[in-house]
């Protein structure tokens, strides 16, 4: 293989490459915990935002709002919770990932759990009429 051969040249060209791309990308400028709604939402320098259920997030099921609300970037592409001892990515929960795979199959087994308490509210929710009918 071949030693690659870098000059001043290519470092400039890599470095205005670096600095165009970075121009257009969304950088995340800040993050807070918003206790009314339950979300963590980050701000990105583009204007856009996103939000995500924290307490959906691996090891802040039992945060209080107070734990939460000491969330932190992490550079431009975490966030971290010193007390909490606990780290995500930010790219993470906006792919839909909330912890490791064991942790997501438990919750997403949980959604489908069959107490007889969820089965009495799905029924009582039913007596009030449900949804409506199609009409064709």
């Known amino acids: 293989m071949a030693d690659a051969v870098l000059d001043d040249q290519h470092y400039y060209q890599a470095t205005r490459a670096g ?3 970075r121009a257009n990308a969304p ?3 800040s993050v ?8 963590i939402v980050v701000d990105f320098s583009n204007g856009a935002c996103f939000m995500a259920p924290a307490r959906a997030l691996q090891g802040l099921e039992m945060a209080t709002d107070a734990q939460l609300a000491e969330v932190e970037l992490l550079g431009e592409t975490g966030l971290h919770w010193e007390s909490l001892d606990a780290d995500f990515t ?8 909330f912890g490791t795979a064991k942790f997501m199959e438990a919750q997403r087994r949980g959604g489908q759990s069959r107490s007889a308490a969820k ?9 009030k009429g449900g949804r409506p009918r199609k009409i064709s």
Request: hydrophobic letters at 40%; charged letters at 20%; glycine letters at 12%.
């Open 19 to 21: 600095e165009a791309q």
């Open 27 to 29: 950088i995340p400028s």
């Open 32 to 39: 807070r915990f918003d206790a009314a709604s339950g979300r």
């Open 90 to 97: 930010i790219a993470g929960p906006m792919n839909g990932v």
């Open 119 to 127: 089965v009495e509210a799905s029924r009582a929710n039913g007596a």
